[in-house]
């Protein structure tokens, strides 16, 4: 069962849907019929998604405090940041579904891909020394990792983090947290990070293609 919360995967498949690459039978069973509507309206006045989750300390809020304490109370949220500080949107989820709500201008993603990649392999080195230096043992058995693939024409670069990224996720997660080091803690960080990386989008999401409400499956 994967470990990535759907923030994440939204950052990438929101903006595969407002190009045309994705089918809207992706988003809906992700974010629900309301939700895929009013997503639909803000695809011109978007240029970057990025996803929030304090639990990783991954994202930071815009604001006001309504819009906070909802995704802090939910524990994720997807930031829609709108060119020129403009104000933004963030969506989180309610129930079965998701609510997008307006907020005040968001400050721009600072996740690069490369750059998070290089975390992740610098934390693993770290945590294996460590675990060297101390003896450590884990003892928890590491569930297979499943995970939403990345949107089509995603390239390999990407799909190369996010597969390396949820494996370390995935072990790391099922270590009981009292038998953790914080080099081990780390490497939980940065596998968050970089999967988030490997989901959002390189480039600005704008598209001269229509959004495409169909629900067809691709």
Known sequence: MTVVPA????????????????GGDDLLEL???????????????????TAYCPELGVGVLPGPATVNRSAVATGQAVILHAAH??????????GASWTLLAADPARPPDLDLRSAASDLAQAVVAAEHAIRE????FDAAVPR??????????????????????????????IPVAQRTSEVDQVLTAAARAT???????QPVHSSLPARHSRRRV
């Open 7 to 22: 923030a994440f995967q939204l950052t990438g498949w929101i903006p595969a849907w407002w190009r045309g690459s994705a």
């Open 31 to 49: 974010v629900g019929p309301a939700a895929l509507d009013a997503l639909g309206a803000l695809r011109t006045s978007t240029v970057a998604l």
């Open 85 to 94: 500080r403009a104000p933004s949107h963030v969506l989180v989820p309610h």
């Open 134 to 137: 101390t003896s450590a043992r």
């Open 145 to 174: 990792a499943s995970v939403r693939p990345l949107p089509p024409h995603a390239d390999p670069e990407r799909k190369g983090l996010l597969v390396r990224a949820v494996r370390l996720w995935t072990a790391v997660a099922a």
């Open 196 to 202: 988030l990386a490997a989901y959002m989008e390189p």
